[in-house]
């Protein structure tokens, strides 16, 4: 049995499934723009903002509740001036971050102030004439209100209120300007490709947020971390029951690129990792394996053993790269995929956003990849996605793989310049 056919029958499996559900939502008021079947949208040029409701301040087990405010106060959070000068230099929407374990944590009065909180931010985007993607992204690291708790299948002990919390944010957002906001209710489900539990969650999520709003774009994925395998593999008949809907990927190919050097990776090769040429063809295997060794030989926390494990693995991956020699044909060839996937199913690819892309830079902070090669890099997924005729939205605004300093709010001229963009004081 093909993989097509194998998803056609999980797809059919699934509309069975949510029969009634999607019968009541049928019975809704008829008034979906036709856009969604245009592609006539809002979005077109975007940047996540995180961490402005992110990097929260969990108490530790076996509290489940957060401090107040319950996120870091030192974290950077766009101004109003900042969220101007970002529509000045040419996007045209952010992707807003939202971690929901303060919103589920908390009695009702709290909830209700962090409700406001949020409107205040949706607002504020929309009078510097900015869309906003509302995305509700679980904090992997956060010990109770976690991806695994909240979303691996409907039955995961806090599904419920994760799914009321959708609900009533489609009911919220509902009120704010039309074509402007949309709601994507998950970020990067961890669920594997050719698994049906995903599509089960995804499809509760988008029934709740449909009992609140019936017009409201809302923002659907595949599994397997939303990568565009994730996506090619979905199947999107029975999402239409749900229309308005956007279809989203993200995009960190090669990863020994974007992330390396990046401390949150698991891998032991992304530790020292340094120094990679974008493309590969720009540096080489014993310039990069120098910068390696040099970055191990100051590292004072990992055993000797460990460190020979690390490198061994580390040469044998930067080997592979510099074989392959990946430049832009190479991002090319991973967008023609998701392309290929939209024209399969008619789907305007203006409706296929690929939501996060993005680098690790070298800065005070983390040792990754050299700056200019990371602006290589972020142009050519940016034209490539344009070339494909997707919509995007980097990532970041602020930190490690930010386009504005931290402190001083002043755009990098060369993420500016790498995303088609205008300088802009």
Not at 10 to 29: C, E, H, N, V
Not at 365 to 394: C, H, L, M
Request: proline share 8%; glycine share 6%; with cysteine.
């Amino acid at each position: 049995m093909t993989g097509w056919s194998r998803r056609r029958l999980l797809g059919t499996a699934l509309s069975t499934t949510l029969a009634p559900a999607m019968a009541a939502i049928a019975a809704l008021p008829s008034t979906r723009p036709a856009r969604a079947a245009t592609g006539e949208w809002r979005f077109r040029r975007g940047v996540n903002a995180w961490p402005w409701f992110a990097l929260t301040r969990a108490f530790p087990a076996p509290r489940t509740d957060y401090a107040w405010p319950p996120f870091q106060t030192q974290r950077p959070v766009p101004t109003p001036d900042d969220l101007r000068r970002l529509r000045a230099s040419g996007l045209d929407f952010i992707r807003l971050p939202v971690d929901p374990g303060p919103f589920l944590a908390g009695d009702a009065a709290t909830r209700g102030k962090l409700l406001d909180m949020l409107d205040a931010a949706v607002s504020a985007a929309l009078d510097a004439g900015l869309g906003i993607i509302v995305n509700v992204q679980a904090n992997a690291a956060t010990h109770y209100w976690n991806p695994d708790r909240m979303v691996s299948s409907t039955a995961a002990p806090e599904f419920e209120a994760y799914r009321g919390l959708v609900g009533e944010l489609a009911g919220r957002l509902q009120r704010f300007t039309q074509d402007m906001v949309a709601l994507e209710p998950v970020n990067e489900p961890a669920q594997s490709c050719d698994s049906n539990v995903w599509g089960h969650v995804q499809a509760a999520l988008l029934t709740a947020a449909r009992a609140s709003s019936a017009t409201l774009p809302l923002v659907v994925t595949g599994g397997c971390g939303s990568m565009v395998s994730g996506l090619a593999a979905l199947d999107p008949a029975p999402l239409s029951a749900f229309e308005p809907i956007l279809f989203t990927f993200h995009f960190y190919e090669p990863y020994l690129f974007s992330h390396q050097g990046a401390p949150w990776m698991r891998e032991p090769v992304y530790r020292s990792l340094n120094n990679v040429p974008w493309p590969a063809s720009a540096g080489s295997l014993e310039q990069t394996l120098a910068s390696v060794r040099a970055r191990m030989a100051t590292d004072t926390e990992t055993s000797e053993a460990d460190k020979k494990a690390a490198y061994a693995e580390t040469e044998r991956v930067l080997k592979v790269y510099f074989d392959a020699r990946p430049d832009r044909w190479f991002i090319d060839k991973y967008l023609a995929q998701a392309r290929a996937w939209a024209d399969a199913h008619g789907i305007a690819p203006e409706r296929v956003i690929m939501g996060e892309f993005g680098a690790l830079r070298t800065d005070a902070r983390y040792t990754a990849a050299p700056n200019p090669d990371r602006a290589r890099y972020i142009s050519d997924v940016r034209q490539s996605a344009e070339a494909a005729g997707f919509p995007w939205a980097f990532w970041d605004l602020f930190d490690g793989m930010g386009m504005m300093d931290d402190k001083t709010r002043v755009l990098d001229p060369a993420m500016v310049e790498a995303l088609g963009l205008r300088m802009v004081e």
